[in-house]
């Protein structure tokens, strides 16, 4: 599998950067993972979105699925689009479609996104197929219902963590990974109330615990010192660790 990174900021993108989004190609079968703000714009430098043959969004805040209203609308209008073609599947959390729904009617449009993409949902502790890629999901506590995504081909696995507060279900399901792409928001710990992040530190700690074979903490700003993320993830995790950047490119 290779995997891109299309966009890694958190809730505001980077300069010049873009939010949740990695590419996940085997052969010609394509998944994006995430759709988050820009994502789209830094899809096209690398594919045809109109080739895109699912999308799975971890959770429904903004920075995961908003650019899903321009990919629509470029599905739907744009020149790319072929009679005949297959929409493109998308993958949401239980009840996601009608959050959608909500949230692009709001300018009359209720139906933009599921008349784009063929729309699926998924719950707890879900698998699925999608063409040579197998998908095991796995909830994760955050601020709302989130779930972390091993994708595997047999051969090689991505553990991708989504957005979530430490927890030993995300050990659990990247036990072993070939990649845990491991959010690590926080540039210190969050001293009280409800956890929905980790620092770098933690998140190191998370892929030691896993045994993971290589380690790369993501959704953190360009606004932080990256320097001192990476010396506190690889502190964690017992090993040398990565931030990730946009268009870098991991092969398992």
């Known amino acids: 599998m290779k995997i891109t990174v299309l966009g890694k900021s958190p809730s505001w993108q980077d300069a010049g950067g873009a939010c949740s989004g990695y590419l996940i190609e ?3 079968y394509v998944l994006l993972l995430d759709c988050g703000n820009s994502v789209f714009s830094k899809l096209r430098t690398v594919c045809d979105y109109a080739e895109v043959s699912a999308v799975l969004i971890s959770h429904l805040h903004a920075d995961h699925f908003l650019d899903l209203v321009p990919y629509s609308y470029a599905l739907i209008h744009g020149p790319r689009q072929r009679p005949g073609r297959p ?4 993958y949401v959390p239980e009840g996601g479609g009608k959050l959608l729904s909500r949230v692009v009617g709001c300018w009359g449009n209720a139906g933009l996104i599921e008349t784009a993409f063929e729309q699926h949902e998924y719950g707890s502790r879900h698998e699925v197929q999608l063409g040579p890629l197998r998908i095991a999901l796995r909830e994760v506590p955050h601020f709302t219902r989130t779930f972390a995504v091993d994708v595997s081909d047999g051969r090689g696995r ?11 279900g995300l050990v659990e399901l990247a036990t072993g990974t070939d ?6 928001t926080l540039p210190e710990p969050e001293s009280a109330g409800e956890r929905g992040h980790m620092t770098a530190r933690e998140a190191g700690e998370h892929g030691r615990r896993a045994a993971a074979r290589r380690l790369v903490i993501t959704h ?32 398992v």
């Open 26 to 28: 085997h052969g010609r």
């Open 87 to 90: 929409r493109p599947r998308l």
């Open 158 to 168: 991505l553990t991708f963590s989504a957005d979530c507060a430490p927890n030993d």
């Open 179 to 184: 990649l845990l792409l491991i959010e690590a």
């Open 220 to 251: 953190i700003s360009d606004e932080l010192d990256a320097d001192r993320a990476v010396a506190e993830a690889q502190s964690g995790y017992g090993a040398p660790a990565e931030v990730a950047r946009e268009g870098a490119v991991y092969t």
